[in-house]
């Protein structure tokens, strides 16, 4: 079993940075890609950045230039970097990572984003 736990979330003004963080722990490995997606009020959870176990990054346009995924594969954590921050980011932010063999998605708790104008 995987556990996946975030934090690094808060309250934070429109063009200030955050820096969140993502604790893996249980059965390590088989595990591929991870990655950050995020849930607004009233909207769809959508993808924000993911990256491989080899560190082969993706973000989404909402987010490029602003957003920084990376990996520590020896402390088993994924960061998200979020700077130059918008209003229009806020949201919970959800970590994931996608086991390989059989496939199978974890999900952490998430953790709360706001950004004031």
């Known amino acids: 079993q995987v556990q996946l736990v975030e934090s690094g979330g808060g309250l934070v003004q429109a063009g200030g940075s955050l820096r969140l963080s993502c604790a893996r722990s249980g059965s390590i490995f088989n595990i591929g890609v991870m990655g950050w997606y995020r849930q607004a009020p009233g909207k769809q959870r959508e993808l924000v950045a993911t990256?491989?176990?080899?560190?082969?990054?993706n973000y989404s346009d909402s987010v490029k230039g602003r957003f920084t995924i990376s990996r520590d594969n020896a402390k088993n954590t994924v960061y998200l970097q979020a700077n130059s921050l918008k209003p229009d980011d806020t949201a919970v932010y959800y970590c994931?990572?996608?086991?390989?063999?059989?496939?199978?998605?974890?999900w952490g708790q998430g953790t709360q984003v706001t950004v004031s104008s």
């Open positions: 994931y990572a996608r086991r390989v063999i059989p496939p199978y998605d974890y």
């Open positions: 990256i491989t176990s080899s560190g082969s990054t």
